[in-house]
């Protein structure tokens, strides 16, 4: 099930860490009332602009405890202007977390992202039923224990959720899944 969260709310501009705050308990609270598997969307539609400072309290902080507190919940963002965007993946970068941003029907990371996990990310996104580590590494031309440490970091940055299935020979086995 997919939630959304109207940022445009509280305002066009948005400005300072004590503004951020109020709405970062907010934003908590309605991640709290999500099941596993579930998404919340952060709409930045009618925002023009946030700054760092804002955007540090906001998704920084949120991000930060997103797999412990909220394992198994996606967070995405959408309908970012270019400056909002700027200043979101800069924010982001500095404290070393990424999130989903969608454009469109398409999944993106902002943050800090390598290169590698960007590619494991678009095929799970582009897969279109849950992905294991050795059908990633196939595809990927990776060998499986670095697929699985990409997917071990995905996982654990809340990127990406883990969960348990069957192999076509019967044995258990991790698949992997991005918000749809």
Do not use: C
């Not at 948005?14 to 099941?35: F, P, V, Y």
């Not at 902080?61 to 970012?80: M, Q, R, S, Y």
């Not at 590619?119 to 697929?147: G, H, Y």
Request: glycine fraction near 6%; proline fraction near 3%; hydrophobic fraction near 40%.
């Amino acid at each position: 099930m997919e939630r959304r969260f109207l940022l445009g709310e509280y305002g066009k501009h948005l400005w300072t860490r004590e503004k951020a705050q109020g709405i970062r308990s907010q934003l908590q609270e309605k991640l709290q009332e999500l099941s596993i598997g579930d998404t919340l969307v952060i709409d930045v539609k009618d925002v023009e602009v946030f700054d760092y400072s804002f955007a540090n309290e906001l998704f920084a902080k949120i991000l930060l405890t997103l797999p412990v507190d909220h394992p198994g919940k996606f967070l995405v963002v959408e309908h970012l202007t270019a400056y909002a965007r700027e200043n979101l993946e800069k924010t982001l970068e500095s404290v070393g977390v990424a999130i989903i941003e969608r454009r469109g029907r398409k999944l993106y990371l902002l943050g800090k992202v390598h290169p590698a996990d960007q590619r494991t990310f678009d095929a799970i996104a582009q897969a279109k039923e849950p992905v294991s580590a050795a059908s990633l590494a196939d595809q990927l031309t990776v060998n499986l224990t670095a697929m699985n440490e990409r997917l071990s970091k995905l996982t654990k940055l809340g990127l990406v959720r883990r969960e348990k299935g069957t192999s076509p020979s019967g044995r258990e086995q991790y698949l992997y899944i991005v918000p749809t």
